[in-house]
């Protein structure tokens, strides 16, 4: 079993403040990756990365920035949040098998209200 | 573009029951299908994996079916529990992107 940790698991914070949301895994996986989850909805990719100094956008457009310096740590950065922001954030990992093995790992999420 | 999408949405079945979830995908050219489990407050845990040679997989109480062809796939729950009462989603790995493509669930309730 993975573990894979996630900080804040809510926060409520103002429009146009800088937030920068953290996600950590102990299982040495390459891949990472960012998820926002609406309520009864699917998740979307925002952001992935398969290794160290690796990061692409995923299908869903945002306006959030990541970085991948340290293999177990993938943290998402909003400069200025607003109220579109609003959601939950999943982040989840996987280790390469080939990919009719693959599955993905993931934290609790962070729940994030904009006011 | 590969879409995803489960019927129903949610469900509410006493104790004890058998029961069936949909799953259905429109582009056959996938690595697997996936079944995950999401409880409240709480990340998504991965329960059955197809791999896109195989037709089923089992687990305990669950059993998940593939059709590539048709581009279904089942989840069976069998003697359904209060414990069992989450939102379960279903996922396939597509090979034109290298990404899980996510159906938004169906939620399940197990009255005792």
């Known amino acids: 079993e993975a573990d894979i940790y996630q900080t804040p698991r809510y926060l409520v914070i103002g429009t146009g403040k800088k937030i920068t949301l953290e996600c950590s895994q102990t299982?040495?996986?390459?891949?990472m990756y960012w998820y926002q989850q609406d309520p009864g909805m699917e998740l979307h990719l925002i952001h992935y990365?398969?290794?160290?100094?690796?990061?692409e956008k995923g299908d869903l457009s945002s306006e959030s920035t990541v970085s991948r310096i340290r293999t177990e740590h993938f943290p998402l950065t909003l400069e200025s949040a607003r109220p579109s922001h609003t959601s939950q954030y999943l982040c989840?990992?996987?280790?390469?098998?080939?990919?009719?093995?693959?599955?993905?790992?993931f934290g609790p999420g962070t729940r994030l209200l904009v006011l | 573009k590969q879409e995803v999408t489960q019927i129903p949405a949610a469900l509410s079945v006493p104790e004890g029951e058998n029961l069936v979830l949909n799953c259905s995908f429109t582009?056959?050219?996938?690595?697997?299908l996936q079944w995950f489990r999401q409880d409240p407050g709480k990340g998504l845990t991965s329960l059955l994996l197809?791999?896109?040679s195989q037709r089923e997989q089992t687990s305990g109480r669950l059993n998940a079916s593939l059709d590539k062809s048709s581009g279904r796939s089942t989840l069976y729950i069998a003697a359904s529990q209060p414990g069992d009462s989450a939102t379960y989603l279903c996922?396939?790995?597509?090979?034109?992107?290298?990404?899980?493509?996510w159906g938004a669930g169906t939620k399940l309730i197990i009255k005792p």
């Open positions: 989840a990992s996987s280790d390469y098998r080939g990919g009719d093995q693959e599955t993905q790992y």
């Open positions: 299982m040495g996986h390459d891949k």
């Open positions: 990365s398969y290794g160290v100094n690796s990061t």
């Open positions: 582009d056959s050219a996938i690595y697997n």
């Open positions: 197809i791999q896109s």
């Open positions: 996922a396939v790995f597509d090979d034109s992107n290298y990404q899980l493509i």
